[in-house]
């Protein structure tokens, strides 16, 4: 596929194999990246460095979410300006694009700069988890100008029908994380710098090799000289606002989580509950692949004015994600105490048993957490933000809250694992409401 037009054109079976296995592939290779990294170092280089990156990974994707909400918007625009013929002005929409984000990466080095240990002291972070976690985190926003545009480009590989390529560029990119992650901590011995370094030189690969078809003139899209009206900008921004506020939003509970699982149970509970999160990235990933793949798609068909084609894409889209979920739920309730070995260091013992009974509770999120995902990502496809960035507001920020309020004071430490489920059912039931009451308007 290296059209926008077969979005259009192929049938859909065809068309969904072909544009959700190489990302579901690419969500794979990246997802086993975070799991193994996180073995890496939860079993050589301990439960603090664990807490640690933990603590301070929402604090990177809290400032770079504006990235997400660039990406997302300006991906729905150029696919229905390419579906509607417009060339031209999808260009200069994806040059605008890249423009931003170059100075929006600047500016998250200086923030996490000036920001990170006084935020570290304010939630009650112990002193050597704050030394671990700003050494991290400066490294990464040191090199974020290098890379950020990874995540970016990635949308706009798959509007061109380049996904093969980005497949292969995120799992190399992945495959070279886990070398230098096992060169750097294991065999160097360089600590959590080591962990940091990896992460930033693989991703900083993967960025300058997604931008090799553009610059080479190979894709349907090119870089131009002139840049899009600031109104026309800050449009693109409002309908990626949703994808901003969710990455925003899951950032902000992270670190309201972390704070009350000091609170509540120290260093080792926010270990374990990292444990857990590692593992929910894999099933989080791969649902995230299935939506964003198909997105383009959705747009352009919708620019394209194919009304029915656009509705039955995402009935498939929704099929595809509860099959995952549950496939996931079934998975980490018989492999999950296995899985678990390879993240805690023989003999810890506490810290297995603090991470089987997270896992138990927060598997039973997998019945529910897939549907505001899809439904969220239907609106911002359709250009529709209000009704997205709604649902993300209500499953990301509103529920979980609600959630700990209530679950917090009556089960304790328990109520912090089992908030996802009940968040997950409230959010499901809104985006349900909100589909069946708008989706056929649009």
């Known amino acids: 596929m290296k059209n926008s037009r077969d979005f259009a054109e192929l049938p859909l079976g065809k068309l969904i194999i072909r544009c959700a296995l190489p990302a579901t592939i690419s969500m794979s290779a990246i997802a086993l990246y975070s799991i193994i990294d996180g073995v890496f170092v939860g079993y050589f280089l301990g439960a603090t460095a664990l807490a640690a990156v933990n603590l301070v990974m929402p604090i990177f994707m809290l400032v770079s979410a504006v990235i997400d909400m660039i990406a997302a918007g300006s991906s729905v625009q150029i696919a229905a300006r390419l579906g509607a013929g417009k060339n031209g002005e ?62 970016a480009m990635d949308n706009y590989l798959r509007i061109c029908g380049w996904q093969n390529y980005s497949m292969g560029v995120n799992v190399g990119t992945a495959f070279l994380s886990i070398f230098l992650d096992y060169l750097m901590i294991v065999r160097w011995n360089w600590g959590i710098e080591g962990a940091a370094l990896a992460t930033a030189v693989s991703l900083t ?34 309908n990626g606002s ?5 990455s925003t939003a899951s950032s902000l509970m992270s670190l309201i989580v972390n704070a009350v699982l000091i609170k509540l149970g120290g260093t080792l509970a926010v270990a374990a509950f990292s444990v857990v999160m590692y593992l929910d990235s894999v099933v989080s990933m791969l649902v995230f692949g299935l939506t964003s793949s198909l997105q383009p798609a959705i747009s352009y068909c919708y620019g394209a004015k194919l009304r029915e084609r656009t509705r039955r894409l995402q009935k498939y889209i929704m099929i595809g994600a509860a099959l995952l979920s549950l ?27 603090l991470s089987l009974a997270t896992l138990s509770a927060f598997a039973l999120s997998y ?25 993300s507001m209500v499953g990301t920020l509103l529920a979980p809250l609600a959630g700990l309020a209530l679950l917090v004071p009556l ?18 039931l809104l985006s349900i409401v909100c589909l069946k009451k708008f989706g056929s308007r649009y």
Request: hydrophobic content about 55%; some cysteine.
């Open 90 to 151: 999808a260009c200069r929409i994806l040059t605008s694009s890249l423009l931003a984000i170059f100075l929006v990466s600047i500016a998250v080095a200086v923030v996490i700069r000036i920001g990170t240990e006084p935020f570290l002291h304010v939630i009650g972070a112990d002193p050597a988890v704050i030394r671990e976690a700003a050494t991290y985190l400066y490294i990464l926003a040191g090199a974020s100008p290098l890379f950020l545009y990874f995540f």
């Open 205 to 238: 690969a993967g960025a300058w090799l997604n931008l090799l078809p553009f610059l080479a003139h190979r894709t349907e899209l090119r870089f131009v000289r002139h840049v899009i009206p600031f109104r026309q900008f800050r449009k693109l921004a409002f």
């Open 242 to 246: 949703s994808d901003f506020f969710d």
């Open 327 to 353: 496939s996931a739920l079934v998975l980490l309730k018989t492999a999950g105490p296995w899985a678990l070995t390879f993240f805690v260091t023989p003999g810890d013992t506490t810290l297995m048993n």
């Open 367 to 391: 019945l529910v957490k897939w549907v505001d995902i899809c439904v969220s990502s239907y609106f911002t496809a359709l250009e529709h933000p209000k009704i997205s960035l709604f649902l």
């Open 411 to 428: 089960l304790g430490l328990p109520g912090v694992w089992y908030m996802p489920f009940c968040a997950g059912i409230l959010s499901a």
